[in-house]
């Protein structure tokens, strides 16, 4: 039996722009492209995301009658900072700046150019305070 792999549709009126913005900012590439469906993913991982033409006759009338995204992808990079700057220098622009939490994490939320959330994680230490008043005692 084959591992569970994960997967995730994005539906949009402009796949071939989504695809593009995840290339660009997420070095995902292309797997497969036929214009009207296209998915992209990062090497060999077991996951990937489709980007699907609203309309399309394989995506149920109801959902491509959505037109704002309540999704929220997460997407663990290196280098937050370095990824929101490609963005804003691109002209994309974030919903929130880039924060560190105390539980370990330097993230900020954008939007894809299907209006998709994702919250770039970049995963930091801790803050020692933190971690000693929510680790369970041993």
């Known amino acids: 039996m084959q591992p569970a792999a994960f997967g995730a549709t994005v539906v949009t009126d402009r796949p071939a722009e989504v695809a593009a913005f995840y290339q660009q900012y997420f070095d995902l590439q292309i797997a497969i492209d036929l214009g009207?469906?296209?998915?992209?993913?990062?090497?060999?991982?077991?996951?990937?995301?489709?980007?699907?033409?609203?309309?399309?006759?394989?995506?149920?009338a109801a959902v491509s009658a959505l037109t704002e995204s309540t999704n929220v992808f997460g997407f663990v990079v290196d280098d937050a900072d370095k990824v929101a700057a490609a963005l804003t220098e691109s002209g994309v622009p974030l919903e929130t700046q880039p924060v560190t939490e105390v539980f370990g994490q330097r993230h900020f939320f954008v939007r894809d150019p299907a209006g998709t959330w994702l919250d770039v994680i970049q995963l930091v230490a801790p803050d020692p305070a933190w971690l000693a008043a929510n680790t369970p005692a041993t």
Request: glycine share 8%.
């Open 36 to 60: 009207w469906f296209i998915t992209v993913r990062r090497g060999e991982a077991d996951w990937e995301l489709a980007i699907c033409q609203r309309g399309h006759a394989t995506v149920p």
